[in-house]
């Protein structure tokens, strides 16, 4: 079974700056996907970013990149030019290969600050 | 593509009532996965599909607890003599394996067992 730490229950950041989320997670798995999914408040999931862990660049998605290291079982995502939408519950989440079934942290409430 | 639709959005229950619960998936996926929110946490994995078989189900998933996807398409939940434990958001997502395992979300049904 899989398990996901996001050690940081709550971080703020000024608008415009950038932030760092932190991910860490225990798999027996050699082959696997990760996501990062933000949920806010009152409202539905929403996928911020995916990386399939037998790649070794780094997933990016316009402002939001993540620096994945498999051999250390972190995948950290990185928010740049913080904006007032990026305010939400972050979550990490890799995935079991097979059946693809998600593994969720407890999450990392992100505040920005105008 | 419409996106995945939950309903109801919201369901206030007496506690020993049974609850149904549907979710269509994005018209051409073909797994699609059952997860239970409580507050403060990340999602639970439930059960999940490929096409109409059941392919999995969590021990977080009781004998109160079963799911159908008789079609290959939308699925529905049900909740019998349900308990005040059981209030929670109830999230569906779907996937298209073998494309892209990436997990697209509904909005999520809100129970409150009384």
């Known amino acids: 079974a899989q398990t996901v730490t996001q050690s940081q229950p709550e971080m703020s950041v000024q608008e415009a700056e950038t932030v760092t989320l932190s991910c860490t997670y225990d798999?027996?798995?050699?082959?696997?996907?990760l996501f990062w999914y933000k949920q806010p408040p009152s409202r539905q999931m929403i996928l911020v970013i995916r990386?399939?862990?037998?790649?070794?660049q780094n997933a990016t998605e316009n402002r939001f990149s993540v620096n994945f290291q498999k051999a250390a079982k972190s995948f950290s995502l990185k928010i740049s030019d913080s904006q007032l939408g990026d305010a939400a519950m972050y979550f990490c989440?890799?995935?079991?290969?097979?059946?693809?079934?998600?593994?969720f942290g407890t999450g990392t409430r992100l505040t920005i600050i105008p | 593509d419409t996106g995945v639709s939950q309903n109801p959005r919201h369901k206030i229950t007496k506690r020993g009532q049974n609850v149904t619960f549907r979710c269509d998936p994005i018209?051409?996926?073909?797994?699609l996965y059952w997860y239970r929110q409580t507050l403060g946490q990340g999602p639970e994995f439930l059960t999940y599909?490929?096409?109409?078989?059941?392919?999995?189900k969590s021990r977080l998933l009781s004998d109160r607890f079963s799911a159908e996807r008789p079609k290959g398409s939308f699925s529905t939940l049900e909740i019998q003599r349900t308990e005040q434990g059981d209030s929670a958001m109830y999230l569906c997502?779907?996937?298209?394996?073998?494309?892209?395992?990436?997990?697209?979300f509904g909005p999520g049904t809100r129970l409150l067992v009384l």
């Open positions: 997502a779907s996937s298209f394996f073998g494309r892209s395992e990436t997990q697209y």
């Open positions: 798999t027996s798995e050699s082959d696997y996907y």
């Open positions: 990386q399939e862990a037998y790649k070794q």
């Open positions: 989440a890799p995935s079991n290969f097979g059946n693809e079934k998600l593994t």
């Open positions: 018209s051409e996926h073909n797994r």
């Open positions: 599909f490929q096409n109409e078989a059941q392919l999995e």
